[in-house]
Structure formats: structure tokens, C-alpha cells
């Protein structure tokens, strides 16, 4: 079983919809992030978290530790917003290495 | 200057070719990771470097050997490579191993072996 948890798998949206991806985890953790990987491409860090909500954009990330849950949020969402959003969390102690999500690939629609 | 570069972009081999895969970054950061990712999965560790010195490797197969020649700079030098190995290889660096430091990763260099 998967220690990191995204739902759901594939999304697709018409563009300008309000999107919600979401993640869950049952390692400990102090600090979870989201990435976003386009098709064929690398992936690009978007958020860390570790409480709270951040905002970047037209994206909101927020994290619940307690719950053990985080959501991505996109507004206005966009065609270019199509892609895999990942959420990984770090394990391993002080080897700082990640547990990844299995993704959600995202396709908007003009 | 908050990238990670990595060449070549695109790279095809023999099975009984010698190539290598190049990583660099400019951001002062003292680890430095490779990945591996299979089409339609997450990536899978396979090293990391900290302050120059090899910290974890993921029970590789030797015919990927890693190499740090300075702080800057991380190779992934490539022999014998089976079809299998067909993969996108990604390079990642953070500022250190311990805390939650932001993951940067590179574009990947997307290999094919024949």
C-alpha cells in the first residue's frame, strides 16, 4: 500500500472550473510538497508545505497535519494547467528523500 | 539562478555504448539526487549525493555509476544499459539532506537504449 495517497487519478475540466486534487498520508511528516510534471517533461516543485495554506497564482495549496491530508487547489484553471500534479512527502529520516503520490493527471478543456 | 540543468536532453544507446548523463546547478546546494521514471509512474531514487559524497545508493545495478565531481556538477555514467533501462532520468538538488528544504529538479534526460 501506497504510504501517499492522491485522488482522484485522472481529472478533466472545462476551462475556467475551479479544480481540487487531493492527497493523503499515513507516513509522519513535516513538511509535504506538490509538483507538477507536463507531458514528457520534468517536474517543477510547486508548494512545500508544513501548515497552513500557501498561494501561488492561481494555485492554493493547503495542508491539515493533524488530518494528515493536503489539497491542491487551481482557480480560472487553463488549458496550459494540463499536466500530473504529484504530492510527495519525506521519509527516511535525514536522507531527505521522498515518497510520491502515483499523480493525477489533469486535462482541461477549451 | 534556480535551476537545475541537466544534457543531454535526449540521448539513444547501444547496448553496448558508454555514455553519460549530465546534472548542474549553481544554487549552492550540497545534495544532489538521480531518479529514475518509467513512463506513466513516479520517479524511483536511485542516489543521492550529500557534500560531494555518495549517501544513499538503491541497490543499483552497476552499469549505472554515479559520479560528483564537485558541488556543482553530478554525472550518471552509463554502460552496458539493457532495453529496460529505457527511461527518463531525473536530476534533483536541495539545499541540504536533513529539514524540508524545496526539491529542485531538472527538465530530465530522456534515454532510449536499443
Known amino acids: 500500500k501506497n504510504e501517499v495517497e492522491q485522488s482522484p487519478q485522472n481529472l478533466t475540466a472545462q476551462e475556467g472550473e475551479f479544480i481540487t486534487i487531493n492527497c493523503s498520508y499515513s507516513?509522519?511528516?513535516?513538511?509535504l510538497h506538490w509538483l507538477q510534471q507536463h507531458p514528457g517533461g520534468g517536474i517543477v516543485s510547486l508548494f512545500m508545505?508544513?501548515?497552513g495554506k500557501k498561494k501561488h497564482g492561481r494555485l492554493i495549496a493547503t495542508i491539515n497535519i493533524q488530518e494528515k491530508h493536503s489539497s491542491l487547489h487551481i482557480t480560472a484553471s487553463h488549458p496550459r494547467d494540463s499536466a500530473v500534479y504529484i504530492c510527495a512527502a519525506p521519509y527516511g529520516g535525514s536522507q531527505g528523500n521522498l515518497i510520491f503520490g502515483k499523480g493525477t493527471k489533469l486535462s482541461v478543456k477549451p | 539562478d534556480t535551476e537545475v540543468t541537466q544534457t543531454p536532453k535526449h540521448l539513444v544507446m547501444g547496448m553496448t555504448n558508454k555514455k553519460s548523463l549530465k546534472c548542474e546547478q549553481h544554487m549552492g546546494h550540497r545534495a544532489m539526487y538521480w531518479y529514475k521514471q518509467k513512463a506513466k509512474k513516479p520517479p524511483e531514487l536511485m542516489f543521492v549525493?550529500?557534500?560531494?559524497?555518495?549517501?544513499i545508493n538503491e541497490s543499483v545495478p552497476s552499469r549505472f555509476s554515479p559520479e560528483c565531481p564537485n558541488s556543482s556538477l553530478l554525472n550518471l555514467h552509463l554502460h552496458a544499459l539493457q532495453p529496460e533501462d529505457s527511461a527518463l532520468y531525473l536530476c534533483?538538488?536541495?539545499?541540504?539532506?536533513?529539514?524540508?528544504?524545496?526539491?529542485?529538479f531538472g527538465e530530465g534526460s530522456r534515454l532510449t537504449v536499443l
Open positions: 534533483a538538488s536541495r539545499r541540504g539532506l536533513a529539514g524540508t528544504g524545496e526539491l529542485f
Open positions: 549525493y550529500s557534500y560531494e559524497k555518495l549517501s
Open positions: 507516513v509522519g511528516i513535516s513538511a
Open positions: 508545505l508544513s501548515s
